[in-house]
T-cell receptor
Framework: GENVEQHPSTLSVQEGDSAVIKCTYSDSASNYFPWYKQELGKRPQLIIDIRSNVGEKKDQRIAVTLNKTAKHFSLHITETQPEDSAVYFCAVKGDSGAGSYQLTFGKGTKLSVIP | DGGITQSPKYLFRKEGQNVTLSCEQNLNHDAMYWYRQDPGQGLRLIYYSQIVNDFQKGDIAEGYSVSREKKESFPLTVTSAQKNPTAFYLC??????????????FGQGTRLTVV
């Protein structure tokens, strides 16, 4: 099955700095890569996603880059704000078999933005 | 707020008892999922269902059971066979696995504690 590694597990940045979280995956047939944000005590919510035919996608201060050859993708948050503090999860969905029906999640990164 | 509701928010169970967690969605989604979230472990898939009267085991199905008698509902039973049931349980739904690369919407979660 799919194996997703997420790094780092914790990340502290000063307000205004950038944050980068990286995920690697094992199944080269995977074709969908969403990122979820989970604030303390709340449900995970999709913040951005990318499909395998695209190398980069931006949405205001958030961007995701995908390197299919190396099988890794990254979340970039610029000009971080205290409200960006949360746990971020990457996920991967395959393109065949059982993996095409489910998301496999990384273990999460706890981001703390220091005012 | 997302159209997917889990109840109760907090649940306490005595050892040896079965307990059922509720998940209801009014989004007309075909696919529904149950995840377990433990600190530092990310989200792990317990069961998923693509359509009414059909469901499949995920990565950690042992000690759990589900049913999908209605499109809107996907209850999860934590049985006495589950060795370590204390965790945060998240239900999710998405339009359809056939429309593969679409957002999964999460419920607000149920925190189960065995006492």
């Amino acid at each position: 099955g799919e194996n997703v590694e997420q790094h780092p597990s914790t990340l502290s940045v000063q307000e205004g700095d950038s944050a980068v979280i990286k995920c690697t995956y094992s199944d080269s047939a995977s074709n969908y890569f969403p990122w979820y944000k989970q604030e303390l005590g709340k449900r995970p919510q999709l913040i951005i996603d990318i499909r395998s035919n695209v190398g980069e996608k931006k949405d205001q201060r958030i961007a995701v880059t995908l390197n299919k050859t190396a099988k890794h993708f990254s979340l970039h948050i610029t000009e971080t704000q205290p409200e960006d503090s949360a746990v971020y999860f990457c996920a991967v969905k395959g393109d065949s078999g059982a993996g095409s029906y489910q998301l496999t999640f990384g273990k999460g990164t706890k981001l703390s933005v220091i005012p | 707020d997302g159209g997917i509701t889990q109840s109760p928010k907090y649940l306490f169970r005595k050892e040896g008892q079965n307990v059922t967690l509720s998940c209801e969605q009014n989004l007309n989604h075909d696919a529904m999922y149950w995840y377990r979230q433990d600190p530092g472990q990310g989200l792990r898939l317990i069961y998923y269902s693509q359509i009414v009267n059909d469901f499949q085991k995920g990565d950690i199905a042992e000690g759990y059971s589900v049913s999908r008698e209605k499109k809107e509902s996907f209850p999860l039973t934590v049985t006495s066979a589950q060795k370590n049931p204390t965790a945060f349980y998240l239900c999710a739904s998405k339009i359809s696995p056939a429309k593969r690369n679409t957002e999964a919407f999460f419920g607000q979660g149920t925190r189960l504690t065995v006492v």
